[in-house]
């Protein structure tokens, strides 16, 4: 049962360009959200969070959208960069009872920004 | 460098053995996190202890175990070994029990089970 999928395996952009990575979720319970970016070789590397109660959060040039009726959340880079190339892992917490601090992740979007 | 240090970073083994992957996390975290990448799939739970304490449990074989040390560190161990367990796992650090869940990753240990 993927309680979070994101749909495309993989996206390719232009430098200079918008990236939007998309993510569902079906578990209503999850109530946080997070993105993380993974080089090949590294593990994962925490890009930015989001609490259910906020709609939209913005660091630099990531910003993510939630939007909790459609059980949807998205990234979007801007502008982006060829050191954006990586795998982006969407994942959801649960942050009440039993699940404390486990993640649920996606299966992962490739990202390429061609320069 | 985020501060999670896993060790060995590969490991080679036949089906059938046993070994154990260790885990040392952040200066000052409690909470210890261990993932499972496996080919073509995104991180799946294995489990969570904090400050030594078994606290969440996800899909993790009978097979496997793990435990949290006084000293926060943490060893994932792999027994009767499969090739179907050959992936990459992963341990993750947080300071708190879960409530703040930007967890830090360490660099893996690649699992070949031939």
């Known amino acids: 049962d993927q309680q979070v999928k994101q749909n495309s395996p993989s996206l390719s952009v232009q430098e200079g360009r918008i990236s939007i990575l998309n993510c569902d979720y079906t578990n209503s319970m999850f109530d946080y959200f997070l993105w993380y970016k993974k080089y090949p070789a590294e593990g994962p590397t925490f890009l930015i969070s989001?609490?259910?109660?906020?709609d939209k959060n913005e660091d630099g040039r990531f910003t993510v959208f939630l939007n909790k009726s459609a059980k949807h959340l998205s990234l979007h880079i801007v502008p982006s960069q060829p050191g954006d190339s990586a795998v982006y892992f969407c994942a959801a917490s649960a942050r009440g009872g039993t699940s404390y601090g486990k993640l649920t992740f996606g299966q992962g979007t490739i990202l390429t920004v061609h320069p | 460098d985020s501060g999670v240090t896993q060790t060995p970073k590969h490991l080679i083994t036949a089906t059938g053995q046993r070994v154990t992957l260790r885990c040392s996390p952040r200066s000052g975290d409690l909470s210890v996190y261990w993932y499972q990448q496996s080919l073509d799939q995104g991180l799946q739970f294995l489990i969570q202890?904090?400050?030594?304490?078994?606290?969440a449990k996800g899909n993790i074989l009978e097979r496997f175990s793990a435990q949290q040390f006084p000293d926060l560190h943490s060893e994932l161990n792999l027994s009767s070994l499969e090739l179907g367990d050959s992936a990459l796992y992963f341990c993750?650090?947080?300071?708190?029990?879960?409530?703040?869940?930007?967890?830090?990753f360490g660099q893996g240990t690649r699992l070949t089970v031939v």
């Open positions: 202890y904090y400050n030594g304490e078994e606290r």
């Open positions: 989001i609490s259910s109660i906020k």
């Open positions: 993750a650090s947080s300071e708190s029990r879960g409530l703040s869940t930007e967890a830090f």
